[in-house]
């Protein structure tokens, strides 16, 4: 059952089941929580929680949103990486949560190192799943003008359609055809958010400086047909300070956790025993 906390004027909602060590998982954009329910399934006995980043699933986008930062369209309104940060801090602050072990993938991982950053000792280990250290490259800023500039003329639909296609490795729509249907379904951004959300990915900072100070444990898992993340960007994690347990899943795409569930739990489940103690 969904519950919601508020976080700097907006309504935000999450999902916790189990008990134990806690585990927040972060999902990808545009998806919501629903991503990690094929795999925490296998990971074992753990108090999970499940949020909605800021305008995904049921959680509101809120009013506001500032203008200007991202300069190659300065009137988009911008969802930051530290915005969706503040408010998983706020959720953790509100349910009188410490620290945890944290998991994220995409832009799941963007919020992880922001949070590493800002409140590390709030971070018992972390799991990065399809994301990176690395700030957008030019190609990919010509990219997000692009998405932003045609759901502005066209609106989400043909934005969505296409993430399923390309974002989805080719292995998994080759097995199971209908994970397209499954995860399109639960694209459900407004305009409005699809673009604040691509000015906020455009924006967030280089944190591949950050890596060498993170003493947590690090689980990066890699998926060989992910088109926008590749294995040499992730193999960056190999220099914390705590040392990284790498995987690649060759035949995985960008969601990987949903296309390979049961791999990724298996990945998961020793890793994550060591917190048990």
């Known amino acids: 059952m969904s519950k919601t906390y508020e976080s700097q004027g907006a309504r935000l909602s999450y999902e916790e089941m189990g008990s134990g060590v806690p585990i927040i998982f ?14 925490i399934r296998g990971i074992g006995e753990y108090r999970v929680i499940l949020p909605d980043f800021r305008a995904h699933g049921a959680s509101e986008l809120g009013d506001d949103l500032p203008a200007g930062g991202f300069s190659r369209v300065p009137d988009a309104p911008v969802l930051s990486i530290g915005q969706l940060a503040s408010d998983v801090l706020a959720l953790m602050d509100d349910l009188e949560l410490g620290e945890a072990v944290f998991a994220g993938c995409s832009i799941g991982g963007y919020v992880m190192l ?12 972390l799991v990065f799943v399809c994301s990176k250290a ?10 997000r003008v692009e998405t932003i500039n045609r759901v502005r003329r066209e609106g989400t639909a043909g934005v969505f359609d296409g993430n399923a296609q390309t974002l989805i490795g080719a292995s998994a729509r080759a097995r199971r055809p209908e994970i397209v249907s499954e995860l399109r379904a639960h694209m459900t951004l407004t305009a409005e958010a699809v673009i604040a959300v691509q ?3 455009a924006t ?11 003493d947590a ?5 890699c998926g060989g047909e992910d088109p926008g993340i590749t294995e040499a960007e992730m ?9 990284c347990e790498f995987h690649l899943l060759a035949d995985a795409g960008h969601f990987a956790a949903y296309e ?6 298996a990945i998961m489940r020793p890793w994550l025993a060591q917190f048990e103690f």
């Open 26 to 39: 972060l999902h990808p954009t545009p998806l919501d929580h629903t991503y990690w329910l094929p795999s």
């Open 114 to 125: 922001d949070l590493w950053r800002r409140a590390p000792m709030r971070m018992r280990g």
């Open 134 to 143: 690395q700030p957008d490259a030019d190609a990919n800023l010509v990219k």
């Open 199 to 201: 000015a906020g990915l």
């Open 204 to 214: 967030r900072p280089d944190s591949v400086g950050d890596i060498p100070e993170i």
């Open 217 to 221: 444990p690090v689980l990066a898992i």
């Open 235 to 243: 193999r960056a994690f190999d220099g914390a300070r705590s040392g």
């Open 260 to 265: 390979q569930p049961e791999k990724v739990a």
